[in-house]
């Protein structure tokens, strides 16, 4: 199987190969491990490769080749280094309670992928690592804090790659590389044992892939409860597989245009938002014009004290467990700068923000009684060159930090605090080839109703077609 035969198959499709003969697992290991060498000296998307790890031989995903990201998951014998240059190149003694699932579904790790130092950026460009690459053009980027997994899958590494999203983080590489990216509802997916609603539950654990039945397929093989979670939400009433493969029925659909924090939009991104529009309306969907909007201020404000103290936990944990000084020889200026502020942010402050998370997710469910899901851009703008989105940078302040990338990432962080289920599709790219997301955001719990929304659309479009050009290339 030469490479952009191996490429052309989505997780599926590659495991019904290996379950009818036609292709061993070790055989696609190989394909992982060449398209690696082929693609990873452009990309520098893959940190590091791994051989021989154990997998479920009768699971779906039996034998398919697939990375993780370095943060959060842990993955025995694999390094998690959270794109920092503080953290040690230890290797993890056990599987996390995802992982352990990942192997159950029969997918077969070979190897871990690129995040920006504590995944705290909308694009990867670590002083650790250097800057990930965008396969559709080098030199812009790739998307974050799931970069490095985001340029694998579309540039035919593999087909599926672990992601996880505290402000966007499947959605904004999934927009920036053509996939689909799915953030699931709060809670439907596991982060024991080691964590539990990462990020004042902000945060949720998943993948980034080139095809809708990928993503619902292996939901259905992650989601639920793990031991000791602190929170259980009810099964969805059918398998996330069959969703996305039935007809959604006629939806009623509202439709964003621009920014729901009122920031500048790109012309090419309003673009995809008014063709997907037209593509609904012609499958029978009934469009809502949605007007709803935040104050931005204040919203930049109340979440960035969420994540500054995060910031500030990660410096802190890291600093006491290797030794190593808070400072720019092991950090970077924007980790330091926002880890600060969080160190001199107290409790009331912190309460003060998780009431206004409390308050703007009961607004947004009200907000939602119109419609069944609401599309919009993903991002601001097209995937940026890089070096606008700085994280090492000393004269940012955390704030404005902040505010720059709720400019850029700006309708993907709302579904982080509501814990709303939403998914970036690619159906749009700009007069000069690059991948721009259109987001649907669903109620808390139907992620099946944007899977098969997904689905329809994936069948109209056919963005496999697109998809392959990075590829089938010469």
């Known amino acids: 199987m030469d490479l952009s035969e191996y490429a ?4 599926l499709g590659l495991a019904k190969l290996v379950a009818d003969g036609e292709v061993s697992a070790s055989e696609l290991a190989a394909c992982a491990r060449q398209a690696i060498e082929a693609h990873n000296p452009t990309l520098n998307a893959v940190l590091s490769t791994l051989d021989d790890q154990p997998y479920n031989k009768a699971g779906p995903f039996a034998g398919v080749p697939f990375l993780i990201k370095e943060l959060v998951l842990q993955a025995e014998g694999a390094l998690c280094r959270a794109g920092s240059r503080a953290t040690p190149a230890v290797p993890a003694p056990a599987d996390s309670s995802l992982m352990q699932r990942f192997r159950a579904a029969g997918l077969n790790l070979v190897g871990t992928t690129q995040t920006p130092e504590m995944g ?3 694009t990867t460009e670590t002083v650790a690592f250097g800057p990930v690459h965008n396969p559709w053009k080098a030199g812009h980027s790739a998307g974050g804090s799931s970069g490095g997994s985001g340029a694998a899958v579309a540039a035919g590494v593999v087909p599926i ?34 964590a539990s609603d990462p990020l004042f539950a902000h945060a949720i654990e998943f993948v980034v892939s080139r095809s809708v039945r990928d993503s619902a397929t292996l939901l259905d093989c992650v989601a639920g409860p793990d031991q000791g979670t602190p929170h259980i939400i009810a099964p969805p009433p059918n398998s996330f597989a069959a969703a996305a493969a039935a007809a959604p029925g006629t939806l009623k659909v509202g439709v964003l245009h621009g920014s729901m924090l009122g920031t500048d939009v790109h012309e090419e991104n309003q673009k995809a938002v008014e063709r997907t529009a037209q593509r609904l309306e012609a499958l029978g969907h009934t469009l809502v014009e949605c007007d709803y909007r935040l104050d931005f201020e204040e919203f930049a404000q109340q979440i960035n004290v969420i994540w500054c103290a995060f910031a500030a936990q990660f410096v802190d944990q890291v600093s006491t467990l290797t030794g190593c000084a808070a400072d720019q020889d092991n950090f970077e200026a924007v980790t330091l700068t926002c ?33 069944d899901c609401l599309m919009s851009t993903t991002l601001a703008t097209p995937p940026p060159p890089h070096g ?16 720059n990338t709720f400019k850029y990432a700006t309708n993907t962080p709302l579904f982080n605090s509501t ?42 479009y056919n963005w496999r077609d697109k998809q392959r050009e990075v590829w089938s290339s010469p």
């Open 8 to 11: 052309d198959y989505d997780g």
């Open 120 to 122: 705290y950026n909308a």
């Open 161 to 194: 790659a672990h992601a996880n999203d505290g402000g966007g983080s499947i959605r904004v590489p999934a927009s920036c590389n053509g996939l689909v990216g799915l953030k699931p509802t709060r809670d439907r997916t596991p982060t024991g044992p080691g």
């Open 339 to 371: 880890a600060k502020f969080g160190m001199n942010t107290n409790a009331v402050q912190i309460i003060n923000a998780l009431d206004y998370v409390n308050r703007i997710t009961r607004e947004t469910a009200g907000v939602f009684e119109e419609f």
């Open 388 to 403: 606008e989105l700085d994280q090492n940078d000393s004269t940012i302040s955390a704030m404005d930090w902040t505010r």
């Open 419 to 460: 814990g709303q289920p939403a998914i970036s599709l690619p159906l749009h790219w700009t007069a000069d080839n690059l991948p721009v997301g259109v987001q649907f955001a669903g109620k808390m719990g139907e992620e099946g109703l944007l899977l098969s929304l997904a689905g329809q659309l994936e069948a109209d």
